[in-house]
């Protein structure tokens, strides 16, 4: 995925530093004269994957266009504990009043990028494919989902309109697997992805011509079975409660997809720090 569109990071930076900013920076303004300028260095504080640094850029430069700033990394890289992400050199007001939402952000993305790594990492080798999900923080999904490409997973629907999956609640009212696929593909849906949590049901999926199959909280054994039942005719995604220990093991299984939640939902934010350069002020 690339980073989201324009308008979108604009929208973001504006919502992010009206919450911070409010009416100023009172102790910015207090205590650096107008005139100050500084060097700063952004560093990790411990092994990350990097995600967001481009949009941490457009934050200082909103505040301080006149900056001089290097991002020293890309999106995407690992950087062990102590790398330098980045230089800035600028008027001082503006670049601490514009710290923390910058450090915000690539502390949140980078933190996303990191855990999906692991993650990635753990079924390398297996042909899984590790999906994200819709399991984001309201407003923050298309940073959140460019993450977790930065950190090696695939994007799986950025949004209602992008995809069809029916689950356990669209079966229920509809009254079975076989009465909603049909409802859907009359509708002229295709590539119908549909929720199942039993092997019956998987049947059910299979002969109603679903597109994709979605094996929801079940035992490995059943996964293996659900893989020789379908026997490629259809893809599986093996979804619900997966964990960094449990996921090569399901991985293991055969299905073509795993979704994992806590990967936006749970994954916390990294330590990275904003540091002055001593002796680096001097006023003009």
Known sequence: MAAPDQDTINRLIDAALEEDLGAGDLTSAATLAAGTRLELVMATREDIVVAGLDIAVQVFLRLAPDAHIQCLIKDGERAASGTQLMTLEGPAQSLLSAE??????VQMLSGIATETRRYVDAIAGTGAVLLDTRKTIPGLRLLSKYATAMG????????????VLIKDN????????????????????????????????VAQALAAGAGKILLDNMSNEAL????????????????????????????????????VGRIT????????????KADNTKSL
């Open 224 to 259: 293996r079975k659900a893989v020789k039942m379908t026997a490629g005719r259809v893809a599986l995604e093996a979804s619900g409660g997966v964990t960094l220990a449990s996921i090569r093991a399901i991985a293991q299984t055969g299905v073509d997809y795993i979704s």
């Open 152 to 163: 090696g997973a695939t994007n799986h629907r950025m949004a209602l309109d992008d995809g």
């Open 170 to 201: 669209h079966i229920a009212v509809a009254g079975s697997v076989a009465h909603a696929l049909k409802l859907a593909q009359d509708a002229g849906l295709q590539d119908i992805e549909v929720e199942c949590d039993t092997l019956e049901q």
């Open 265 to 276: 939902q749970s994954a916390g934010a990294v330590d990275i720090g904003l540091d002055l």
């Open 100 to 105: 923390r939402t910058a450090l915000n952000i």
